[in-house]
């Protein structure tokens, strides 16, 4: 880890301990891992593809649900993996570069994750306060440019991240208590002042996980204040029912999220560091698991299109058949 000059250099590698003080049970662990992962691969491409085919569900708030299940896709995918690798094969090794462009799709997409659950938010406002305008205010093209927007703000605000973990010293220790590399996990093994990187990580919780929050809010204020001064309780139910899926969705997606972020910065020394570790991967892949299940469970379009879906395959097999 020295040059000849005595100068500390980057590791040319970490190694991923996976969960600590849980090594004999890894396999064990890894099967709900496995299962929810696979969960989230079929719920999410099916999603997808019910989406793009079925005309019916051709309206805005079915494309944020497309983009917010490729996101579920890419942020599982980034992680569990490698998990398994570690859990099954014993493959801890991961080279610096590439621990560093995981760090960077790992916070690029969960913040990308967050700004797609805004959009829903402010969708539901726009479909319950403004219903008749509903079309001509949420078109293609403005649903295009704020996914887009949403994106660049998610990715771009991570790319400083591995610069400046690039400019931190690494002394020795170059074992990450982690099944991922996370950014707060790999900047403890530094033997420098990490003072910038926690502040630059604050400022970016402030601009994407505080404003999306702020947002979802006022949303969902707005949106109270409209149901309940409609006349009909049939009406208040209707409206309201259209929102109980994105409060799943937004309650399994910040909950763990909140409690990484704040045990790593206030509570290294309470927290069991096993605890951390399963609660960080169960808030990137809770949400792909079980965000399909919600809104199929929960949204009667979706589950007529699926009952047609599945109708359909079973004609042509009949049709086959005869």
């Not at 010293?169 to 996990?185: E, L, W």
């Amino acid at each position: 880890m020295f040059n000849s000059n005595n100068s500390y250099v980057a590791p040319q590698s970490f190694i991923l301990n996976g969960i600590p003080g849980l090594e004999r049970v890894h396999v064990w662990i890894s099967l709900p891992l496995f299962t929810m992962y696979i969960m989230s691969l079929v719920g999410n491409l099916g999603l997808v593809y019910l989406i793009y085919h079925e005309e019916a569900l051709h309206r805005p708030m079915y494309c944020f649900l497309a983009m917010l299940s490729l996101i579920d896709l890419l942020t599982c995918t980034t992680t569990v993996p490698n998990a398994l690798c570690i859990f099954w094969f014993d493959l801890k090794k991961i080279n610096f570069n590439a621990c560093l462009v995981q760090m960077f799709f790992v916070h690029g997409f969960t913040g990308v994750e967050s700004g797609v659950l805004m959009l829903m938010a402010l969708d539901r406002y726009v479909a319950i306060c403004y219903p008749l305008r509903y079309a001509t205010i949420l078109t293609n093209p403005i649903i295009a440019k704020a996914g887009l927007a949403t994106f660049l703000r998610g990715m771009l605000l991570m790319i400083p991240f591995p610069f400046l973990v690039k400019r931190l010293p690494f002394c020795q220790d170059n074992i990450i208590s982690h099944t991922y590399c996370d950014h707060m996990s790999v900047v403890k093994l530094s033997c420098a002042s990490i003072k910038v990187n926690v502040i630059y990580g604050l400022m970016v919780a402030l601009l994407i996980g505080v404003f999306d929050i702020c947002c979802i809010s006022v949303s969902y204020t707005m949106i109270l204040q409209a149901v309940v001064s409609l006349s009909s309780s049939d009406a208040r139910q209707k409206a309201f029912s259209t929102c109980t899926a994105h409060i799943s969705a937004i309650i399994i997606t910040y909950v763990p999220a909140f409690f990484t972020f704040f045990t790593h910065r206030f509570g290294g020394h309470t927290i069991p560091p096993s605890l951390h570790i399963i609660v960080a991967n169960l808030y990137l892949l809770l949400p792909p698991t079980l965000n399909p299940i919600v809104y199929g469970v929960k949204t009667k379009q979706i589950r007529d299109s699926v009952i047609k879906f599945f109708q359909g395959q079973k004609n042509c097999k009949l049709i086959q058949e005869n």
